[in-house]
């Protein structure tokens, strides 16, 4: 039922944008592809107004809005410097649409350090943030459990951080 919902609202500007600045975790890349789609198909008309976002700060433009709550998408799927939010999120979403396996760990390893950098109280945080480690332990991952962070969202690798830093101190 919740995919439903999502989807049928997905189809309105607001619903739209709801779901791409939500924060609601797991995002897959597939679904985190939907997502941006759906705010790019109504770019212009959520462009005329300014958005207040997690703080009482300044208001936003869409294209400040985009970078705070889906900047994560833009720097694993779309890594390049100084072209325009839209265009980078559009190569994003088209990445993610289609992405296999093997494109999202290279997406996830790009967030890693982004993801590291907000990571408190390793006592692994050597191992944890050995690429080679990273990889071997994305590597074994089940299938769905893969699935679960393969849109590289910062707060999803946080989480997997967390658990291996976990497991390690078990061991």
């Not at 300044?58 to 833009?74: F, I, K, N, Q, Y």
């Not at 982004?114 to 991952?141: G, I, M, N, T």
């Amino acid at each position: 039922m919740r995919d439903a919902y999502e989807a049928f609202f997905r189809e309105t500007a607001w619903g739209a944008l709801y779901f791409v600045t939500a924060q609601d975790a797991p995002r897959s890349a597939g679904l985190s592809a939907l997502r941006l789609q759906a705010v790019l198909r109504f770019w212009e008309p959520l462009q005329s107004v300014r958005y207040l976002f997690k703080t009482l700060g300044p208001a936003l433009t869409l294209d400040e809005l985009m970078v705070a709550s889906c900047g994560w998408a833009m720097d694993a799927w779309c890594p390049v410097g100084e072209t325009p939010v839209r265009t980078r999120l559009k190569t994003a979403a088209e990445r993610m649409a289609r992405a296999t396996r093997e494109d999202s760990l290279e997406a996830i390893l790009r967030q890693m350090p982004r993801a590291l950098a907000y990571a408190r109280d390793l006592k692994h945080r050597a191992v944890v943030a050995d690429p080679s480690f990273q990889r071997e332990r994305l590597a074994a991952l089940e299938p769905s459990a893969f699935e679960r962070v393969s849109g590289a969202c910062t707060a999803d690798l946080l989480e997997k951080l967390y658990d291996w830093e976990h497991e390690l101190g078990l061991q």
